[in-house]
């Protein structure tokens, strides 16, 4: 039986091309040095003594920026190609964390925190065109979830390592950070260049195919701007794990950071573990809707964890196991749909697009969770994010029986 889970485990990753190992790797080292991000909520209220609504104040510019990087980021890659987009972008976003370190003023901060999200954000259109360039229909779930398994091997390290830093002062946090950012950028530039983007044969797996549509603005796409609606409103779901999330283990559990930390980077290390095997059974067997659709049942389940009688760790470990099944089944569809449907040539808007559904998230998850809280508390919080999930849920089910995603 172990014999029978090792081999499955080996074959999920066969097949990848070696261009995806070397994106995942950059964003592995990325990643690990993600620290400033899941702690910034706390930083801004624990060391910068912002109110939680300022807090939340804030957080809402770095949806704006990330937004506005999405979009950007989208353009420049189709016209310069994904490689230099993505360099620059974790340069500059490197810079940034390091001067962020010197901000104290609430507009200043707002300004700041744009910025670093305009620049880091840049990066993601580009680095999913530079996935889809670099594989073929029958490996492309695999390939978004290879990458995402670096992203959260990073965001495994990052919580935990950022937690026990911050014992030792805030500027570790920021510095690492920033240099990590650098060193990522530097690896892609110093290693052997990347494949060169080649034009996508657009066929799928008859329970993949997505309609795709004639060679139009994305946003006169009706179908493609319903799913990227429905798509903002889930990642405001998810959004609360890094937003508000750490602050109730504060504030609810009376948790010190590193346990904190500890707790946050279940997620990524139950993801690791998980993602690649599952996605290598499922793939190609149902559409990517119905997969989404599961995702977001398993939303709905982790919120109420919070609300359910319990010991605190046991409904922390609960939502953490539920919102990363979440994420294992709605991103890497989210992504995959997205690639399929995009006309050629038009696959770094089409992805900016979709990036830009989770910036918006950014700007609503941090902003909605922060003043629920200050309203009425985290239990009125925990509610109605497992209802607008289930309502999103109905969303996709009611367009998928329309025929919106044949």
């Not at 624990?46 to 979009?71: D, E, P, T």
């Not at 609430?106 to 259109?125: K, L, Q, T, Y």
């Not at 979440?326 to 050629?344: A, C, D, K, Q």
Request: charged share 10%; proline share 5%; with cysteine.
């Amino acid at each position: 039986m172990l014999l029978n889970l090792y081999n499955n485990w080996l074959n999920s990753y066969r097949g990848i091309p070696p261009t995806i190992w070397f994106l995942a790797l950059v964003t592995l080292i990325n990643r690990c040095g993600a620290m400033v991000i899941s702690f910034i909520t706390l930083y801004l209220t624990q060391q910068l003594h912002f109110s939680i609504a300022q807090a939340g104040y804030i957080m809402g510019f770095f949806g704006a920026g990330a937004m506005a990087g999405a979009y950007i980021g989208g353009r420049l890659t189709d016209k310069a190609g994904f490689r230099p987009v993505m360099f620059w972008s974790l340069i500059l976003n490197g810079l940034i964390l390091i001067l962020l370190l010197q901000v104290r003023g609430f507009w200043p901060m707002c300004a700041a925190v744009f910025a670093m999200s305009v620049a880091s954000e840049i990066f993601r259109p580009a680095n999913s065109v530079a996935i889809s360039q670099n594989t073929t229909p029958e490996n492309r779930t695999r390939s978004i979830s290879l990458y995402r398994m670096s992203a959260n091997m990073g965001w495994t390290v990052a919580p935990a390592l950022g937690g026990l830093l911050a014992t030792l002062g805030w500027g570790w946090l920021f510095w690492v950070d920033g240099l990590t950012c650098v060193g990522a950028a530097l690896m892609l530039h110093r290693l052997p260049a990347l494949k060169k983007p080649v034009p996508e044969k657009k066929e799928e797996n008859a329970a993949d195919q997505v309609r795709q549509p004639a060679r139009v603005s994305p946003f006169r796409d009706r179908s493609f701007m319903w799913f990227i609606i429905l798509t903002m409103l889930n990642a405001v779901v998810f959004m609360q794990i890094m937003w508000t999330v750490p602050v109730f283990f504060k504030e609810g559990y009376h948790w010190t950071e590193a346990q904190i930390g500890l707790m946050m980077a279940l997620n990524g290390l139950f993801v690791f573990v998980v993602e690649m095997p599952l996605i290598y059974r499922i793939e190609g067997r149902r559409s990517p809707i119905v997969y989404i659709r599961l995702g977001l049942v398993m939303y709905v389940l982790a919120h109420l964890s919070f609300i359910a009688p319990g010991a605190a760790v046991a409904a922390a470990i609960a939502y953490m196991i539920f919102i990363s099944l979440g994420e294992i089944f709605v991103m890497p569809f989210s992504s995959n749909y997205v690639m399929g449907r995009s006309p050629e040539g038009q696959l770094g808007q089409y992805m900016g697009i979709y990036t830009m559904a989770y910036s918006c998230s950014n700007i609503l998850a941090p902003l909605l969770g922060t003043q629920i809280i200050a309203a009425w508390g985290y239990t009125a919080l925990w509610s109605l994010a497992a209802a607008l999930a289930a309502l999103v849920w109905a969303g996709f089910w009611l367009l998928e029986r329309r025929g919106h995603y044949a």
